[in-house]
Structure formats: structure tokens, C-alpha cells
């Protein structure tokens, strides 16, 4: 079986704000691909419900707010994988782009694969 991800992950660790069900809560990015992220967050959640989230990268007036629009595919005991959606701007996939490139192990071949998709869609 072939096990080999689309997306490159990589470790990260960022604040994320997150709403959903008409809460709001924050949490810890702990990884991060052009196609979602895992979050260590106190808020219950279920596969399948949808999600607003802002990562906040930096802090006080130079900081940079990323919005995305994701949906909950894995639970489980360490915390939530959100696969994104939507996002708020081009601008906020560029950020998620250089985060993965500038971060990843292998930086030619992530490129390549930045290059090789649509957004954060998959290819079909």
C-alpha cells in the first residue's frame, strides 16, 4: 500500500483561533500542509463539522492573520486534522506556501509540488 502523502507536511507550531458549533476557542498548530493542519484545542469536535480558523503568525502589530475555512476528517486522542476548505486571500495561500517550502525537509521537491497543484485543491 502506498502511504506517500500529496501534500507535504511539516512540524509547525502556531495559535489558531478557531470557531465552530457557535464556539470559539484557541488551540496549537502542530503541523501544517497546503491542504490542512492538526490542532491540539480543547473544543470537542466532529468529523465532518465545518470550521473557521485563524492562524496567528507573529505577534502584536507586525503580526499576520491567516483565515481559513476547513472541515474536521480525523479525531483523535493528541487532538483534531482539519482539511482546508477555503481560504480567505491569495495572499494567505502564499503565506501557507512559503511556511511549507521555507520549513519542509526538501525544499526542490516541495516546490515542484506547489507547482504541480491548484490551490489547496487535490488533483484529480
Do not use: W
Not at 51 to 80: F, H, M, P, S, Y
Not at 96 to 120: A, M, R
Amino acid at each position: 500500500m502506498d502511504n506517500r502523502r500529496e501534500f507535504t507536511r511539516v512540524p509547525l507550531h502556531f495559535a489558531v483561533r478557531v470557531e465552530g458549533n457557535e464556539e470559539k476557542t484557541c488551540g496549537e498548530m502542530r503541523n501544517l500542509s497546503l491542504r490542512g493542519l492538526f490542532l491540539v484545542c480543547d473544543q470537542e469536535f466532529t468529523v465532518g463539522e465545518s470550521c473557521n480558523l485563524r492562524l496567528e503568525l507573529g505577534t502584536g502589530d507586525n503580526a499576520i492573520q491567516l483565515g481559513i475555512t476547513g472541515k474536521v476528517v480525523r479525531l483523535d486522542d493528541d487532538g483534531v486534522g482539519v482539511e482546508f476548505l477555503s481560504l480567505d486571500s491569495v495572499d494567505t495561500l502564499g503565506h501557507l506556501q512559503n511556511l511549507v517550502l521555507y520549513n519542509s525537509g526538501n525544499p526542490e521537491e516541495t516546490e515542484k509540488e506547489i507547482h504541480q497543484h491548484k490551490g489547496i485543491q487535490r488533483n484529480t
